[in-house]
């Protein structure tokens, strides 16, 4: 099973709302990762867990907040957010190897739409 | 600062062209180099990747990608072009020194023509 899922595939919002995105892999990977991509651009990292841990923030707005529960499971808080956060969120993982990480593997994503 | 380029932004070919899209990183330490592939309307997929041995690396759906240390390289290659391979193709590299992040290319957009 090489598969990462996203829960919601769609998710439209207002500013005022709190909304969570979820992910989770089963493949027994221990490093996950939230990325934000726009249309035609390359994914923008946002957040890596390894070992349950975030290891890696590269200066979100705090209105994004990750949670890692567990080694399957990663989740995106998202607390008044602006219009301009709509996009692609990704949700990736993979084996955690001495010295860098190994190939990562995307889940579809969550499309997001911020009114 | 380390970065990833890929040259081309759009490119457009008939089907049965061959194919070379460029990627050039900045640094002189150890990588990890990734070539994903996004088609339309789907998630990254993982077209291939070289860490170590071999620098010309196969793919899946015929692709393959030769790493050139000299150059600073990773151009991906295909010998000929199917309109499936419609697409953004994005070149990724982890540099040693950033355990856990990868940065990626700006993209190219393939379009092949039937």
């Known amino acids: 099973d090489t598969e990462v899922t996203q829960t919601p595939k769609h998710l439209v919002m207002g500013m005022t709302n709190k909304k969570s995105l979820k992910c989770e892999q089963h493949?027994?990977?221990?490093?996950m990762y939230w990325y934000k991509q726009k249309a035609k651009k390359p994914p923008e990292l946002m957040f890596v867990?390894?070992?349950?841990?975030?290891?890696i923030n590269e200066s979100v707005p705090s209105r994004f907040s990750p949670e890692c529960p567990n080694s399957s499971l990663l989740n995106l808080h998202l607390h008044a957010l602006q219009p301009e956060d709509s996009a692609l969120y990704l949700c990736?993982?993979?084996?955690?190897?001495?010295?860098?990480?190994?190939?990562?593997?995307f889940g579809p994503g969550t499309r997001l739409t911020v009114l | 600062a380390q970065s990833v380029s890929q040259h081309n932004h759009h490119v457009i070919l008939s089907e049965a062209a061959s194919l070379e899209l460029g990627c050039n990183y900045s640094?002189?330490?150890?990588?990890?180099l990734f070539w994903y592939v996004q088609y339309p309307g789907q998630h990254l997929q993982l077209l291939l990747k070289?860490?170590?041995?071999?620098?010309l690396v196969k793919g899946i759906k015929g692709f393959e990608a030769e790493f050139i240390k000299s150059k600073f390289s990773f151009n991906l290659r295909k010998p000929s072009v199917q309109w499936s391979d419609t697409a953004e193709y994005f070149c990724?590299?982890?540099?040693?020194?950033?355990?856990?992040?990868?940065?990626f290319g700006d993209g190219t957009t393939l379009t092949v023509k039937p």
């Open positions: 990736a993982s993979s084996q955690v190897r001495e010295g860098y990480t190994d190939t990562q593997y």
């Open positions: 493949m027994g990977h221990r490093a």
């Open positions: 867990y390894s070992y349950e841990k975030l290891s």
């Open positions: 640094y002189g330490g150890t990588v990890n």
């Open positions: 070289y860490f170590s041995g071999d620098p």
């Open positions: 990724a590299v982890i540099f040693n020194t950033n355990a856990g992040k990868s940065t």
